[in-house]
């Protein structure tokens, strides 16, 4: 796994590419083996990380107060 260093730098560079370098990119990667399912679990894990969360307790109260047995 490469560390997290390596992992800001490639971000940087990407961040740096104008809209047609990156689809360029992506569709270059979308040709190795397996690696478009593992850019759409990157993008869902991405994605959920910005959403709104609330305290674990919380969830558990409105499950209750809906009639879950938790």
């Known amino acids: 796994m490469p560390s997290s260093?390596?992992?800001d730098e490639?971000?940087?560079a990407i961040?740096?590419?104008s809209r047609e370098e990156r689809d360029e990119l992506?569709?270059?990667m979308?040709?190795?083996d397996d690696i478009l399912e593992d850019l759409e679990d990157v993008t869902d894990l991405l994605r959920s990380a910005r959403?709104?969360?609330k305290p674990?307790?919380?969830f558990l109260a409105e499950l209750r107060s809906?009639?879950?047995d938790v």
């Open 51 to 53: 959403e709104p969360s």
């Open 5 to 7: 260093k390596i992992v």
């Open 66 to 68: 809906e009639g879950h």
């Open 56 to 58: 674990f307790e919380e």
């Open 30 to 32: 979308a040709k190795m």
């Open 26 to 28: 992506l569709l270059k």
């Open 15 to 17: 961040g740096h590419m």
């Open 10 to 12: 490639v971000v940087d």
